[in-house]
């Protein structure tokens, strides 16, 4: 059965800093894997989806990373800002889809 | 442009009515689904369709009914609410094919007393 595991639970960080995101699955063999972005009181916003073919997807200052081999997956967000601040959640394709608990980012100004 | 709309956002039930959440999406998306949300638990599966007038069960469909009579239209029954329902629900859907993204509703936070 698929797992997904996203480490740390919780972030904090100061305006401005680089930071990245971790995802971790159990079985390899996966066709994508999708970075969502959760405002508090919302549903899910679809942030960039990376097909097992690509290794990179990047959408504006959001770089996501694919490595099946590893079972890994990194969100790279560059120059944080405040309204940066949300949970993000990863999730993989396993009939039809199993998400991580997401981490929750505070970008403090 | 709509995307996925989820009516009602907001509902008290007393422990043994029933009601339906409805989802709409405006998208001609043949995938439908509805999520439950809980603190320390994440996102588990409910039920699903992927097509009109069919449906199939997911990770936790034990209380719940659900209908696709219309291609847009989604429905999730609760025939006997219990305070273990009390949670906050989400419909998502998407486009046939491996890599088309899933969009989400902005959910409806159900509580049972």
């Known amino acids: 059965k698929q797992e997904v595991t996203q480490i740390p639970a919780a972030l904090s960080v100061p305006e401005g800093e680089n930071l990245v995101l971790n995802c971790s699955f159990t079985?390899?063999?996966?066709?994508?894997l999708q970075w969502f972005r959760q405002d508090p009181g919302k549903g899910l916003t679809s942030l960039l989806l990376?097909?097992?073919?690509?290794r990179e997807q990047t959408s504006g200052r959001l770089n996501a990373s694919l490595d099946k081999s590893s079972g890994r997956s990194t969100l790279y967000i560059a120059a944080s800002q405040p309204g940066d601040s949300a949970t993000y959640l990863c999730?993989?394709?396993?009939?039809?889809?199993?998400f991580g608990k997401g981490t929750r980012l505070s970008v403090i100004a | 442009n709509a995307g996925v709309t989820q009516t009602p956002k907001f509902r008290v039930l007393k422990t043994g009515q029933s009601m339906t959440l409805l989802c709409a999406q405006d998208?001609?998306?043949?995938?439908m689904y509805w999520y439950r949300q809980d603190p320390g638990m994440g996102l588990r599966l409910i039920h699903y369709s992927v097509g009109e007038g069919t449906t199939a069960k997911g990770e936790v469909p034990d209380g719940y009914n659900v209908s696709r009579l219309k291609k847009q239209n989604f429905l999730l029954g609760l025939e006997s609410a219990a305070p273990s329902q009390t949670s906050v629900y989400f419909c998502?859907?998407?486009?046939?094919?491996?890599?088309?993204?899933?969009?989400f509703g902005n959910g409806t936070r159900l509580t049972v007393t």
């Open positions: 990376i097909q097992s073919s690509q």
């Open positions: 079985d390899s063999a996966i066709y994508n």
């Open positions: 998502a859907s998407r486009r046939l094919g491996d890599n088309s993204p899933l969009h």
């Open positions: 999730a993989v394709p396993s009939t039809p889809l199993v």
């Open positions: 998208m001609n998306h043949e995938y």
